[in-house]
């Protein structure tokens, strides 16, 4: 007899984006008169760059032709994508990375998920409150978890992120093992200056914890203070594991392409004391159970490394921006608190007069024709809170901060 792994029977919560897409699809069919604006979609909507494109039409035709078809490539990716990553995106910052450190894949969010199959499940796990789902539910599905308690799951360290803390976690005061962080962050827009970062490296190399920093949202750092990449801070190395993704940068939400960094010199101990490289398991990890992402996928994010195609991302991330900018600004008034929106997409607003986050949620949806993504879904510190997008056009998200500031100016 199969047994099934009870790790998902402890899924409390149903998938939270897909619980906003049945509602707005309901209020659709209901009212098929009004124009919805959907201010909750965390996805791109500009097309690909030009450069793009050409990569990948040129990447067609060498499918197509006998003397330059392409089978099988590295499971971690081809060299010449590998190498222009370390290139580009590291040496222009200051930072050395070998192309060997550099895991190409179909995204971050199977690397950030997949990842933790490097760790015995006794490792202790800690996230920021609210986060990116991802985090909680790979631990959930590895046994990391624990029992839940509550809105909480037993084993789990939620690092607070509150307006009392301008959304910045505190440091645990106890031991951990595995710390996620994600700055720029998803859902709330904040992200982690130099300095803070460099306390972070601090309590890794102390507790000799690993820190699997998620920089999707890289490509939208404007602040001068805010680390591009954590290897920026002395340390980093030997203590964390970066996941990159073209997806939020280049817009390959649906072509797939992301990465992951895992310095030769991180290093850590098997149960009878023997020293393991993460490189080398990760390398094995992904040799195993993965085959590359595809060929064109590949040469398309090769194209996302021209200059052509990086202008165009500073382009479109700052057509988001502004955006964010717009919602965040129009919403300052209406809501007692408001961040987000400076390097980051996202905009966090504090629902007015303490509603809850569906309340909130299916108040904008039936009295402003905007849908948002209610906060409580990304964690328990996020309840009383939403998430709005700059990810819609300027027409529509000028349209929508005015219903949203007429519905609560109704209040
Ligand atoms: C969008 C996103 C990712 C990237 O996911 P891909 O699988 O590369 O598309 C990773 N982390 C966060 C927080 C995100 O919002």
């Known amino acids: 007899m199969s047994i099934l792994n009870d790790n998902f029977r402890l899924f409390r919560n149903a998938y939270l984006f897909g619980t906003v897409a049945s509602k707005v699809k309901k209020y659709e069919r209901e009212h098929p008169d009004r124009d919805l604006i959907r201010m909750d979609v965390g996805d791109v909507t500009l097309p690909l760059c030009p450069e793009i494109i050409k990569y990948m039409h040129r990447a067609v035709d060498d499918l197509s032709n006998s003397s330059t078809f392409m089978g099988y490539g590295p499971e971690y990716g081809y060299k010449w994508l590998r190498a222009e990553i370390a290139d580009k995106i590291f040496e222009p910052i200051g930072i050395q990375i070998s192309p060997d450190e550099v895991f190409v894949s179909d995204g971050a969010n199977s690397d950030l998920g997949n990842i933790g199959d490097l760790f015995t499940p006794e490792c202790r796990v800690a996230l920021q409150d609210p986060s990116y789902p991802v985090y909680i539910d790979a631990s959930l599905i590895d046994g990391r978890a624990g029992n839940p308690e509550g809105d909480e799951y037993s084993r789990l360290t939620y690092l607070d992120c509150t307006a009392e803390n301008n959304f910045f976690p505190a440091i645990p005061e106890h031991h951990v093992d595995l710390i996620y962080l994600c700055s720029p962050n998803n859902p709330t ?20 914890a690993v820190i699997l920093y998620d920089a999707a949202y890289e490509a939208f750092i404007r602040s001068r203070d805010v680390a591009h990449s954590i290897y920026e801070i002395d340390g980093a190395r030997e203590v964390a594991i970066e996941f990159r993704s073209f997806s939020k940068s280049a817009g390959f939400t649906g072509l797939r392409c992301g990465y992951c960094i895992v310095p030769f010199e991180l290093k850590r101990n098997f149960k009878d004391g023997s020293e393991g490289s993460l490189n080398a398991m990760w390398k094995r990890r992904v040799c195993t159970k993965f085959n590359g992402p595809s060929y064109v996928s590949q040469r398309a994010a090769l194209g996302a490394l021209t200059k052509e195609a990086m202008e165009y991302s500073r382009m479109a991330t700052d057509y988001y921006l502004k955006n964010a900018g717009v919602l965040r600004d129009s919403l300052s008034s209406a809501c007692s608190v408001i961040a987000g929106g400076i390097d980051s997409p996202y905009v966090w607003a504090k629902a007015p007069d303490g509603m809850e ?15 948002c993504t209610p906060g409580s879904g990304f964690g328990n510190c996020g309840k009383g809170y939403i998430r709005f997008t700059g990810f819609n056009t300027a027409e529509k998200t000028l349209r929508a901060a005015e219903a949203i500031s007429t519905a609560i100016a109704r209040l």
């Open 357 to 371: 986050s569906w309340e909130f949620f299916d108040y904008l949806l039936a009295n402003a024709s905007v849908s």
């Open 189 to 208: 827009g904040g992200a982690l200056t130099r300095d803070t970062l460099a306390k972070w490296i601090d309590y890794a190399r102390r507790e000799k």
